[in-house]
């Protein structure tokens, strides 16, 4: 099972953007989903507060396995490499499990 975020780019400050991931491969279907990101020179951290902000929407299509990451109003301080990680239930010969998996990441750069 692999994980594929997308979406990401060059936007100025203001604008919106949204990423999207969905998994390829012998899946089963997600249980959940997180977002996070890492800045240059920084550590990884989770978008989660941003999202509480109201700044930021997180969603899971169950039915279409996919989720999105709506980004608005987006600042310099917001560049980023964007990478969704996901809950999975995955298919093997013998059976099903369920782990996490990481997607490769997107890059977002906000600059005028």
């Known amino acids: 099972v692999q994980l594929q975020a997308c979406g990401g780019g060059l936007v100025q400050p203001g604008e919106s953007l949204r990423l999207s991931c969905r998994p390829s491969?012998?899946?089963?279907?997600?249980?959940?989903m997180a977002w996070y990101r890492q800045a240059p020179g920084r550590q990884r951290e989770s978008v989660a507060p941003i999202v509480r902000d109201g700044r930021f929407t997180v969603s899971l299509e169950y039915a279409e396995d996919i989720g999105y990451l709506q980004m608005n109003n987006l600042q310099p301080d917001d560049t980023a490499v964007y990478y969704c990680?996901?809950?999975?239930?995955?298919?093997?010969?013998?059976?099903?499990?369920?782990?996490?998996?990481w997607g490769q990441g997107t890059q977002v750069t906000v600059s005028s």
């Open positions: 990680s996901a809950n999975i239930t995955y298919v093997t010969n013998e059976g099903f499990y369920s782990a996490p998996f």
């Open positions: 491969g012998r899946f089963f279907r997600i249980k959940s």
